[in-house]
């Protein structure tokens, strides 16, 4: 057994997956972050053309529940009708969520095109990542570049979203952040049909009566009552917190573990969870980081307009040093992840965001010179790659092919309801005026979760040469 693995390490060194491959999967998986952000900065418009009500905020948060939700649904639909079927059949949701936003009358209708847009973004990346792994498999290749390309296009253009939002609202209203996604679709459409023919494109064969039992659905309608209410609650802390919500959370919670134990083909493996701890301790520090994260996304663009008077365009540029660095250091955490694993990679990101909150928490934004402000967005693009290298890289040597689509898409999941848990924090820390001193307290917030996440990965007992031989 010892020999086969190292053989199997051996070549996997000396083949990569190639860029026509890696890159096609990846293209459509950018709708999603920009999706995310570019929202930070619409936000503005749309809140003057539908009215400042509480539904603005659900054009956000739809989004993300939705994606939280279908993230897990589309990785288990990837490994049962084929993740290409399932990469493409997400594309066309996509669009249609796309043409709805275009067209919508009312706020209600711009929310119903996000939770559509939501539902086909989640889509592409946890089948992105079983074709890459799928491809790996057959051809013993190392799947660490492609990993790589992927979490540029899906992770590192989360910082490019406020910029390019900027551009587009500036020169053509909110409404562009919505026509932008029909070319990117149809793009990413052909390059996965011509491209990606990396396995079977319609999965394995099953009846409706086998697919539904295969599915769980009773699982994944439990799970969406679990996820739903924690961030509908969380939501309301900021206004009229409804604590009825917190019983409706423990039936669910205490329903959808005991269903998931019992079930024959369970939508999430509470049993593999729980004996995984290196995967459980990656999705828990996942949602530690990216209730961070969104605090940078959603807060600094915002506070720039409002605070510092800025146009859409002028805050798009001005967070454009935390693409540009994001970008680059996921490839050096790359390699970083290939050299010294998991640990160190970790370590600087975590250690990264920790002085990001620091600067947030010290700065004297609103008379600061501009070029202070791009330093600090500079401090605060490194995390970002590190992070997310780290993290994706772990769930990836941790989980086997046929797992590896769902753990990915409860990797999104707990993204997202970080999300969520960042408009709380920001809704919290910035009161009823956006100022420095909400800023300076966002940033006292991003400083401690770097420092438990630090201390965390210092200590983990999760993150040995094992794994970091296998992710190889």
């Not at 250690?351 to 330093?375: D, F, H, K």
Request: aromatic content about 6%; hydrophobic content about 50%.
């Amino acid at each position: 057994m010892s020999v086969l693995v190292k053989d199997s390490a051996g070549a996997r060194q000396s083949r990569r997956i190639p860029i026509r491959v890696s890159g096609s999967v990846a293209a459509g998986s950018i709708l999603q972050p920009l999706n995310s952000s570019m929202i930070a900065i619409a936000i503005v418009g749309i809140a003057a053309q539908f009215g400042s009500s509480s539904g603005i905020a659900w054009v956000i948060s739809g989004l993300y529940i939705a994606t939280a939700v279908a993230a897990p649904m589309a990785g288990r639909l990837g490994t049962l009708l084929g993740a290409r079927r399932v990469y493409l059949g997400g594309l066309a949701i996509v669009s249609l969520g796309s043409i709805v936003g275009i067209l919508a009358p009312t706020v209600g209708w711009l929310i119903f095109a996000r939770v559509l847009i939501g539902i086909g973004t989640a889509t592409q990346y946890p089948n992105a990542m079983t074709m890459i792994r799928g491809y790996a498999e057959r051809h013993r290749a190392q799947p660490r570049s492609a990993i790589t390309t992927l979490t540029v296009c899906s992770q590192a253009t989360v910082s490019l979203g406020p910029t390019l939002g900027g551009l587009l609202v500036g020169a053509f209203g909110w409404h562009s952040i919505m026509w932008i996604n029909l070319p990117v679709a149809a793009l990413s459409a052909i390059l996965v049909t011509r491209f990606a023919r990396v396995g079977p494109a319609r999965g394995t064969p099953v009846g409706h009566r086998q697919l539904l039992r295969k599915l769980d659905v009773v699982g994944a309608l439990l799970l969406l009552v679990l996820i739903s209410s924690t961030m509908l609650f969380l939501l309301s802390l900021t206004n009229d917190p409804t604590w009825w919500l917190i019983p409706l959370w423990m039936i669910a919670l205490a329903a959808f573990v005991r269903r998931e134990r019992r079930a024959e083909e369970p939508f999430i493996d509470v049993r593999a969870l729980t004996r995984n701890r290196a995967l459980s301790a990656t999705l828990a520090r996942t949602l530690l980081t990216y209730s961070a994260f969104y605090c940078v996304y959603f807060g600094v663009p915002q506070w720039l307009q409002y605070s510092r008077g800025m146009s859409a365009t002028q805050a798009g540029l001005t967070m454009l040093p935390v693409a540009a660095v994001g970008a680059l250091t996921t490839l050096i955490a790359s390699r970083t992840y290939a050299r010294h694993g998991a640990r160190r990679t970790l370590a600087v990101g975590t250690g990264a965001l920790l002085v990001g909150g620091l600067l947030l928490a010290s700065v004297e934004s609103s008379t600061a010179p501009i070029l202070v402000l791009l330093m600090v967005a500079v401090v605060l693009g490194i995390p970002n790659g590190f992070n997310n290298i780290g993290n994706q890289n772990l769930v990836s040597s941790v989980t086997s092919l046929e797992e590896v689509g769902t753990a990915i898409g409860m990797y999104r999941t707990v993204q997202y309801i970080g999300a969520n848990f960042a408009a709380v924090v920001l809704a919290t820390t910035s009161g009823h005026v956006i100022g420095d001193d909400g800023l300076h307290r966002t940033g006292w917030f991003i400083a401690v979760v770097g420092t438990v996440l630090l201390v965390g990965v210092l200590i983990s007992r999760n993150m040995g040469d094992r794994r970091r031989a296998h992710a190889r």
